[in-house]
């Protein structure tokens, strides 16, 4: 069976500093992958999706970059967090158009 | 771009009361999809509808797909108080990218025991 994996699962981090999220999945292959970031006000945000290795879609223009370096793998990153860029940030596979599954999700807190 | 309204955005009830909730979208979907979250956690997939029309059960909640595939229903009976959390909907469209979902803003659940 399929499986997708975070981490780290909660993050303090101060203004400026880097951020480096990841997410694998486990048990498919050439999965499409997707980053969410969730606010207190509870709407899914969708940040990033990716179809392929290398292949990287972005949904909202921000301080935050998306890579995909192997098949089941992609990493959220920024190079100086702000303090708006709090929140959970979620993690989700398909296969192609198939149904998506949720990550368990980390929760970033920058202060 | 796309839109999903879903309502109620909260709902408190009694234990053992039956619960109904709906999104409705803008365009024509393909799939529609509903989820819930716990806190802290990350959304989870209840029930997933293909087809115009279709009824689905998962224990004791029920999805249906609506004719116009412009709208969903999620119905839960005999609420128990681990019901609790954020409910989404989430709709694939026909036309385009097939590869992403747009949600609804979820539903709030509070159960009292």
């Known amino acids: 069976s399929q499986t997708i994996h975070q981490w780290p699962a909660t993050l303090v981090q101060p203004v400026g500093s880097p951020l480096s999220l990841e997410c694998t999945v486990e048990g498919t292959s050439n999965p499409n992958l997707y980053w969410y970031r969730q606010a207190a006000g509870r709407g899914l945000q969708l940040l990033f999706y990716s179809v392929g290795i290398g292949q990287i879609s972005s949904e909202v223009p921000q301080n935050l970059s998306a890579s995909r370096p192997q098949d089941r793998q992609f990493i959220l990153s920024s190079k100086k967090l702000l303090l708006s860029d709090s929140g959970f940030y979620l993690c989700?596979?398909?296969?192609?158009?198939?149904?998506?599954?949720f990550g368990p999700g980390t929760r970033l807190t920058v202060l | 771009g796309q839109q999903l309204n879903q309502s109620p955005q909260s709902m408190f009830i009694q234990e053992g009361e039956d619960v109904s909730m709906n999104c409705t979208s803008s365009?024509?979907?393909?799939?529609w999809l509903w989820y819930k979250q716990d806190p802290g956690e990350g959304p989870v997939l209840l029930i997933a509808l293909y087809k115009a029309g279709e009824l689905t059960s998962n224990g004791r909640l029920t999805a249906q797909f609506g004719i116009t595939r412009k709208d969903s229903f999620l119905n839960i009976s005999a609420s128990i108080p681990s019901d609790v959390g954020i409910y989404f909907c989430a709709g694939r469209n026909s036309g385009g990218s097939n590869y992403k979902l747009t949600f609804g803003k979820g539903t709030l659940l509070t159960v009292n025991p």
């Open positions: 989700a596979w398909t296969r192609g158009a198939d149904t998506q599954y």
């Open positions: 365009s024509i979907f393909n799939t």
